[in-house]
């Protein structure tokens, strides 16, 4: 199986979960920087209504499924610069989550750029 059938057999049961917002493949994957032992990192953005257990269990070995609200703020705005939309059921819902994401990230980013300095000494 191919990864992009692998990708195909994890997001079907997955967009059959009402709470999906969208599914956004990111990582080596979507850069097309893949190496033949990447896993595929794929990210849910999911309202309160999702089933988050059954999106979670459809994760495998060669697939990392991610929960967008689970992740660092670093790594959601990286998922939504970099990231590429497999699936999307509600676009003003996902523009809202943007919108949120973007305005928190542009508030922090000061405090990282001041914690990268510090612990790396650049």
Do not use: W
Not at 2 to 29: C, M, T, W
Not at 57 to 66: Q, V
């Amino acid at each position: 199986m191919n990864s992009a059938q692998e990708i195909d057999k994890i997001v079907e049961p997955i967009k059959e979960n009402r709470g999906v917002v969208s599914i956004h493949l990111f990582g080596s994957y979507a850069r097309g920087r893949e190496k033949p032992f990447s896993d595929i990192d794929i990210c849910v953005i999911t309202g309160a209504d999702a089933d988050r257990d059954a999106i979670l269990s459809s994760s495998s070995e060669k697939i990392d499924l991610s929960i967008f609200h689970d992740l660092p703020l670093t790594m959601r705005f990286r998922v939504l610069k970099e990231g590429e939309s497999l699936f999307l059921r509600d676009d003003l819902r996902l523009h809202r989550i943007i919108v949120a994401t973007i305005k928190e990230y542009l508030d922090f980013k000061p405090h990282i750029a001041r914690r990268t300095k510090r612990v790396l000494g650049v």
